[in-house]
């Protein structure tokens, strides 16, 4: 029993070591924690319980046998954020690079078919170097494994990848098939296949951070929602990400406690929207002043920044933000704008979690290269999803909402449950410009006329009475009772109950 227990404390001292030392200390250098650092920062103090420490692979070829570490090159287990249960998996870039071997694997798989089990997010910490390639198709079998383990859970439980040094060939897939990835400035990089591949077959010569670092993907591919400065920075944002989002889609939103009374005026609202309707003005001021504490978690804040998505609570509970941003692009809907919309709807939706939609949107941007590049598909996406929402959809629509943007913006006639607007409101076809000039194209070279034209069509159809008079509307609300109004809204909708037919699935715009 002794001798056991002897062993057991050895046994486990060793597990802690991970590569050892040196390579420990390598890790440091580069600016990264080890994978049990990071585990501990993510995790309450103390909840952290490991599953298969011990675990060690069985690979035999190429004098494998002789080098057998304990875990293997992922730390697997479940803790608590913020007294929450969260499962987690770390690469560990000290053993073999983190590269992922059949029992590597196995590991992985069994902390997802737990997470899916309990129904409780599955966070996971990559920093390795794609298939372990002493194994070979032992490898690849157990990536295809933990890919299907990560589409099985899609829309039942929140999965979260955060990229922590390289991420290269098989670990990209598990990630993009997550509901969020987050990346590590200057330490990690996302590729399929890396710069020596990219030269020889395409002759580029890029580095590493150029082909897939975090700025790279989180303003140019949109494959990342995020950045963080480093490691520390990134786990505590992963904490805070993890009080917003639901354990499971049944679980329904997190509660927390909130100072902020629902019926707080905001009197700076109302001159929030300039005079002159072409002029900017921050959208994320409204989002911040309507929710709780203006606590608001961006998500692909850096990409298609024309539309604003993220994270707030109202009355203490999760909401989804989706707001056009006029400080960009004047909040055109573009491609990019809409997939980002798309897949934030989406993942909103799945958890039921209801969204608060913020319009001023001039439209669809014209132009060959979003034609050619599919607008029609990627803005269908973003009409696709918020027509597919069966949660509670309040929208107030702050100044511009026109042609068929105004239609996709989580409008009446897709499903918005309460719509509302501001007295600025300009709800129509297309602004008074383009307007004259198709209606009234005989007056074009007769000032006087078609500036009377314009007043005429500014008068009676930029406003938000004509759609209100329909009941497209449901009420003018004044911009500093935006919060309250917003808030009560909600809380009615917390019963809503939406059928759709029954169906093997969708069949989204991909
Ligand atoms: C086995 C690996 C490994 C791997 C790294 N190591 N990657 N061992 N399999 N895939 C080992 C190295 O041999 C080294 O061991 C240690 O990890 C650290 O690696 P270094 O190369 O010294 O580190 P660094 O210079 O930081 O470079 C990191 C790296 C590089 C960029 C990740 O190691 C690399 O390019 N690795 C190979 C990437 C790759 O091609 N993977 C296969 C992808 S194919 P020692 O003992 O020397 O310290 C794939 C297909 C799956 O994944 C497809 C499924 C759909």
């Known amino acids: ?32 924690l080890t994978a049990r650092e990071r585990i501990e920062l993510l995790m309450d103090k103390g909840s952290f319980e490991e599953f298969d420490a011990f675990v060690q692979h069985r690979a035999t070829d190429f004098g494998m046998e002789k080098t057998k570490v304990p875990g293997d090159g992922v730390v697997t287990g479940w803790g608590t954020v913020n007294g929450r249960q969260v499962f987690v998996f770390a690469k560990d870039f000290t053993v073999f690079g983190g590269s992922l071997s059949e029992t590597h694997a196995q590991k992985i798989m069994k902390i997802q078919d737990m997470a899916l089990k309990t129904r ?9 170097g794609g298939a372990r390639i002493q194994e070979g198709v032992a490898a690849l079998g157990g990536y295809g494994e933990v890919f299907k383990r990560n589409v099985i859970a899609s829309g039942v439980i929140p999965q ?16 993009a098939m997550t509901d969020f990835i987050f990346m590590v400035k200057d330490t990690s ?40 400065e480093n490691d520390v920075e990134a786990l505590l944002q992963i904490r805070r990400l993890l009080d917003f989002l639901p354990a499971s889609y049944e679980s329904g939103v997190p509660e927390w406690p909130t100072r902020d009374e ?5 009197p700076s609202l109302d001159s929030l929207v300039p005079q002159n309707a072409n002029q900017p003005y921050d959208i994320k001021e409204l989002i911040q002043k309507t929710a709780d504490e203006g606590d608001f978690f961006e998500i692909n804040e850096a990409f298609a920044k024309n539309i604003v ?28 704008a ?82 509302y607007a501001w007295p600025s409101a300009q709800i129509a076809v297309m602004g008074a410009k383009g307007a004259v000039e198709i209606i009234f194209r005989a007056d074009i070279g007769d000032a ?54 029954r169906k093997k699935h969708d069949n989204l715009p991909l």
């Not at 009475?465 to 004044?478: H, L, M, P, Q, T």
């Not at 809204?489 to 037919?501: D, G, S």
């Open 120 to 128: 409780a997010p599955i966070v996971g910490l990559f920093d390795a």
């Open 1 to 32: 029993m002794t001798d056991i227990n002897e062993q057991l404390k050895h046994r486990r001292a060793a597990t802690l070591k991970g590569g050892g030392d040196a390579r420990i200390e390598a890790q440091h250098k580069r600016g990264k």
């Open 309 to 336: 998505t993220g994270f707030g609570r109202v009355a203490g509970r999760t909401v989804g933000f989706v707001a056009n941003q006029p400080m960009v692009l004047a909040g055109v809907l573009d491609s990019d």
């Open 338 to 419: 809409s997939r980002k919309a798309a897949r934030f709807v989406r993942f909103c939706d799945a958890f039921n979690i209801p969204l608060v939609t913020f319009v001023d949107v001039p439209g669809f941007l014209p132009g060959t290269s979003q034609e050619y590049g599919g607008l029609i598909k990627h803005g269908a996406k973003l009409l696709f999803a918020y027509s597919q929402c069966t949660v509670p959809l309040v929208t107030v629509i702050t100044r511009k909402a026109y042609g068929g943007a105004y239609d996709v913006m989580a409008s009446k006639h897709i499903g918005g449950d309460v719509n």
């Open 160 to 175: 979260i990848s955060v990229i922590m040094g390289p991420c290269a060939g098989g670990d990209v897939y598990s990630p």
């Open 262 to 266: 629902i019926d707080r005026i905001e």
């Open 448 to 501: 006087e006329k078609i500036s009377a034209r314009t007043k005429e069509y500014e008068e009676r159809f930029l406003s938000p009475f004509v759609a209100a008079e329909r009941g497209y509307i449901d009420e003018v609300i004044e911009p500093h009772e935006t919060r309250r109004r917003v808030a009560r809204a909600l809380a009615m909708l917390r019963t809503k109950h939406a059928e759709r037919p």
């Open 189 to 228: 990089y996302m590729f399929v296949t890396g710069p020596d591949v990219v030269k020889t077959v395409t002759n580029e010569t890029v580095t590493a951070e150029e082909l897939g670092g975090a700025r790279v993907h989180t303003t140019r591919s949109g494959v990342a929602d995020g950045a963080f």
